[in-house]
């Protein structure tokens, strides 16, 4: 990099030590009208410049870190990446029957949940999004804004990624009694999370996800509404456009609710604009209200579900 200024730099010498020799020249003329104004004030001033021009050089600024994850799901969770401004990205999160089923269910493949969602980047920053599922008839939203950029490479590198997500879940599944008195706010959850990530280098990235999630309603006394939960995620490429995924989330309360913690082990597979996941995991359902509350199957018995997610974007706005 430095020998691409050794020319000009040599240039400017020649010309700063032409000047100072011209003005000595000046000075020493007693024919000449002296200007104090154009006199040198310091003899290093050629050394100064060329420091400060090599110096810029050498202490460029970071430069964002780029694909922690290639999607914007991990599996289930949220990763810490964001849909581009200006980008639409239509996704789908297919899963089938549990596996165990046999050849009558032919191994879950007669059963099927799916999530069909619209996410949009608002901002580089910004991102909103929404979706359906047909596990208890429920939608969802969410907002994620990234706080923290990971950066290398100069002055005011960051060491690592922080993104905010806040969502809601609405059940419109039917009353269980529908006699009794029932309140719309109970058919809603709340879920908010920070996702904490680094991609620690071109092939491995790992993230952490705290996460509160606080259900209106829930089946009984002993079952608390608000749950506290610590997701984990990781990448690790393979190939220039495949790698390997897994998700993690640890429920403490697990047992009090009379469930299992979520955990999934997929494969990212790049095509153009697409994005295709395929895994497995011991949950059924496809939002946060479901896979960290309310995951049933144990990968001890098989009851784990095939799926896979499909990512597909638009360019909706150019940026500017």
Known sequence: MKN?????????????????FAKEAEL?????????????????????????LFLADENPVAQPVAYTFKSTRIINTHSIENVAAGVLDFRIMHRFGAINGGWYELWGLDQASMRMSLDYGITPRLMVGGGRSNVGKSYDGFVKYKIIRQSEGGRGAKPFSLSYVAGTILSAQRWADPERKNYFSSRLSYYHQLLLAKKISADLSLQVTPTLLHRNLVSG??????????GTGGRIKIGPRASLNADYIWVPKADVLGTRNSLSLGMDIETGGHVFQLH?????????AQFIADTRGNWNDGSIYFGFNLSRVFTVREPR
């Open 4 to 20: 691409r200024f050794l020319v000009p730099a040599l240039f400017l010498t020649l010309f700063l030590a032409g000047s100072t």
């Open 28 to 52: 020493s003329n007693p024919g000449l009208p002296i200007n104090p104004s154009k006199q040198p004030n310091n003899p290093t001033d050629t050394t100064d410049l060329l420091t400060d």
């Open 221 to 230: 006394p002993e079952i608390p509404n608000t749950l506290m939960a610590i």
């Open 280 to 288: 497995v995991t011991n949950s059924r359902g496809l939002n946060e």
